[in-house]
């Protein structure tokens, strides 16, 4: 049960930094933010499959607020790529 908690805060801390870097990224059209933002989701979405599958006791609105969450960490990433494909473009 600790550990549940353990991995609820630091998954808050990774969402908190990732769309921090993601939204500084877009906004300034940098790379290295994306690039963050891009490294930064493997946790996440490590710790949504955790609290989908791993936890001890699993409520149906849990099931589906992480099913939820790990549908938007994939089309983040998808669209975080093709940003970062269209920044690189253009800073040739």
Not at 22 to 36: D, H, M, P, Q, R
Not at 44 to 71: H, K, R
């Amino acid at each position: 049960m600790e550990v549940d908690v353990i991995i609820l805060v630091i998954l808050a801390i990774c969402e908190l930094v990732r769309l921090k870097s993601g939204s500084i990224g877009n906004k300034t059209e940098s790379s290295a933010y994306l690039v963050w933002f891009l490294l930064i989701i493997i946790p996440s979405a490590i710790g949504f499959i955790y609290f989908l599958f791993i936890q001890t006791y699993v409520l149906v609105i849990e099931i589906i607020f992480n099913v939820i969450g790990i549908i938007l960490i994939v089309l983040e990433f998808i669209s975080a790529l093709i940003a970062l494909s269209t920044f690189k473009s253009f800073e040739k």
